[in-house]
């Protein structure tokens, strides 16, 4: 299999995320040899799900979302104008400010990385098992 790239979504609210895991699920399905899993697919789109909803709440609002299909993984990455790397926190139990994904995104993931780019903000990425 060759590696396939495309660029999903211009994500702009939280609303469109929906729309964003809609995009992902439509590329996953049309993967052949090897077929994606059901449940590696779920995972990236979990994975997804995660990122952008990041990306629009703590990266300024917008993001671009790519992903990549390898013959063994697939790669998300996903581009916003913030250069704040996501970090690790406490989870919050009770009071609903989240600290979930991170971490989630990271033990889901075979790797994790954030870049700075030059045009400036970051991208946040995470390679996955198919």
Same mark, same amino acid.
């Given at each position: ?25 439509? $590329? ?11 449940? +590696?697919?779920?995972?990236?789109? %979990?994975? $997804?799900?995660?990122?952008? @909803?990041?990306? $629009? ?11 990549? +299909? ?19 926190? @406490? ?16 033990? %889901? ?5 954030? @870049?700075?780019? +030059? ?8 390679? %996955?098992?198919?």
């Amino acid at each position: 299999m060759n590696t396939m790239a495309e660029s999903v979504a211009t994500v702009l609210s939280t609303a469109d995320v929906a729309e964003a895991r809609d995009a992902v699920r439509a $590329v996953l399905d049309g993967l052949h040899q090897p077929v994606m899993a059901a449940e +590696a697919a779920d995972t990236v789109v %979990l994975v $997804v799900s995660e990122l952008v @909803t990041n990306a $629009v709440r703590h990266g300024g609002g917008t993001c671009t979302l790519e992903l990549t +299909a390898h013959e063994e993984s697939v790669e998300v990455a996903v581009h916003d104008s913030s250069p704040h790397a996501p970090r690790m926190r @406490t989870p919050d139990l009770h009071g609903g400010t989240g600290g979930f994904g991170w971490p989630m995104v990271n033990r %889901l993931a075979r790797a994790t990385a954030v @870049t700075r780019r +030059a045009s400036g903000g970051k991208t946040v990425s995470a390679l %996955l098992d198919r």
